[in-house]
C-alpha cells in the first residue's frame, strides 16, 4: 500500500466515516478492483485468473467466472453495507 492510500485510509478510520467491520471488506474490495483497474498482466498476484489456478480445480475459466461473481457480490453487499451505515459529516 503506497503512503498516499495509508494516509486515506488512516483518515476514514481517525474520523469514524468506515464501521469498524467494514474497513477489512473494503479493503479487499479494493485491491480486487486495484488489479483489474490498473490492467495489470493476467497472472499479476492477486489477479482473477491467478486467484483461479491457486482454486486447484480441473476448470480455471469455471474457477474465474465464480470468483469474478464471488467478488461482484462482495463489492454489492460491501458497499451497500457502507453506504446505509457510514457516518457521513
Request: hydrophobic content about 40%; overall charge negative.
Amino acid at each position: 500500500m503506497n503512503a498516499r492510500r495509508r494516509i486515506e485510509v488512516e483518515a476514514t478510520r481517525h474520523r469514524d466515516i468506515v464501521p469498524p467491520d467494514l474497513a477489512e471488506p473494503l479493503e479487499k474490495l479494493n485491491e480486487a478492483r486495484r488489479v483489474s483497474a490498473h490492467f495489470k498482466p493476467p497472472l499479476h498476484d492477486g489477479s482473477l485468473m491467478s486467484r483461479a489456478q491457486a482454486m486447484d480445480e480441473p476448470d480455471i475459466l469455471e474457477s474465474a467466472e465464480e470468483l469474478a461473481e464471488a467478488d461482484a457480490f462482495a463489492a454489492y453487499e460491501t458497499c451497500r453495507s457502507l453506504l446505509h451505515r457510514a457516518r457521513w459529516t
